[in-house]
């Protein structure tokens, strides 16, 4: 764990920061918001992003235009970071920068995180990773743009500070960043609630063709390739989505799923709190937090249904158990 983040820096003269692939606002706020930091910390080190292109609505951060996703570097970092990934497979095209680097350094919250780099700072309690670096950074170096970027991630890990995961400490972080000038409800409004036209068809759609089953409480959507290119949309685009399905009364769990290749899935995976769809997630691979949780699973729209199914019904069953008892 990192009790004092410029202490492990050190004098690092060159610095490289990465975030898990199709970063979402967490990723992409702590990613920006280190660099931030970090450029007002270390006024003559050489500060690198590596991400794949996130959404242009994070485009008014700072560091935006400096986000490199073309992951060539052809020298040694003196510290590389990890932000947001739960294990070293979903940074990807960063893999090689971090692993030679002569120090890397994981700063994450998702519970199937075992640990990766020479450094690990792992908080599975945290609502994001927006907030633990919020609680690692001092005051001295922080400005709004870095406050903007911090609050950006927490308000999108929390769904608008709703989630479960958004606790005392969350609160405590939002406290330390609120006093910068931004607007934050303006950064909310923008970035997680604002859709664009065919987002919204893409989300009624799937919404129209969801499957409910288990006795209602578990729901089931997805959109295929064919349905990608008639609107004109990517992963991206799907933000959410499952989270409409979440609220669905009396629904223990949802299922979004889109088509990523031939007999290839990515899934996503939200639990009402009955299930642990972690665990659900990291047996076909994947992983993330008890309440969401992602995964790429292989086989047609039924087979991945059937498969998640049965781990679902399993929890589920045990847990009626238990609550007979
Ligand atoms: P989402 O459904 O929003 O893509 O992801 C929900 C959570 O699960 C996120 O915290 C995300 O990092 C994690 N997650 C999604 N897909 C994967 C995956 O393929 N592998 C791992 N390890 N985590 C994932
Ligand atoms: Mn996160």
């Known amino acids: 764990m990192i009790n004092n983040l410029l202490e492990e820096i050190g004098s690092a003269k060159t610095i490289g920061i990465t975030g898990h692939v199709r970063p979402d606002g967490d990723c992409v706020g702590a990613v ?4 931030s930091y970090l450029s007002n910390a270390y006024k003559d080190a050489d500060i690198r992003i590596f991400l794949e292109e996130p959404a242009e609505m994070f485009s008014f951060l700072k560091g935006y235009d400096k986000i490199d996703s073309t992951f060539a570097y052809p020298g040694q970092f003196d510290v590389f970071f990890s932000l947001d990934s739960g294990d070293l497979e979903r940074i ?24 990766f780099g ?9 609502s994001s990773t927006c907030e633990i670096l919020t609680h690692m950074f001092e005051d001295e170096y922080m400005d ?25 400490k969350t609160f405590e972080a939002l406290g330390k960043l609120v ?6 409800s303006k950064i909310t409004d923008e970035t997680f609630l604002q859709k664009t036209y065919v987002q919204n068809q893409i989300l009624g759609r799937t919404l129209l063709e969801s499957i409910l089953f288990m ?10 390739r064919k349905a990608m290119e008639f609107y004109g949309v990517n992963s991206r685009d799907f933000e959410g989505i499952v989270n409409q399905l979440q609220v669905t009364k009396g629904v223990e769990v949802a299922i979004f799923m889109h088509e990523t290749g031939t007999l290839e ?20 691979g994947g992983g993330g937090h008890v309440r969401a949780a992602g ?3 292989n086989g047609t729209f039924h087979d991945v249904l059937n498969n998640l199914s049965l781990h679902i019904e399993r929890q589920l069953m045990e847990q009626d158990r238990m609550e007979q008892k």
């Open 32 to 35: 920006l918001g280190l660099y």
């Open 92 to 115: 990807e095209k960063s893999q090689k920068l971090f692993l030679g680097a002569k120090k890397s350094i994981c700063i994450d919250h998702h519970i199937s995180n075992q640990g």
């Open 118 to 126: 020479d450094v690990s700072h792992v908080e599975p309690q945290a």
């Open 144 to 168: 709004a743009e870095v406050a903007k970027a911090l609050y950006t991630g927490i308000a999108h890990d929390t769904g608008i500070f709703r989630y479960s995961c958004t606790g005392a």
């Open 179 to 184: 006093q910068y000038d931004f607007d934050g």
């Open 215 to 224: 006795d209602g409480r578990c729901i089931a959507g997805s959109i295929d």
């Open 265 to 284: 899935h990515k899934v996503s995976l939200r639990s009402n709190g009955k299930v642990d769809v972690s665990e659900v997630a990291s047996y076909f």
């Open 295 to 297: 995964c790429t699973m």
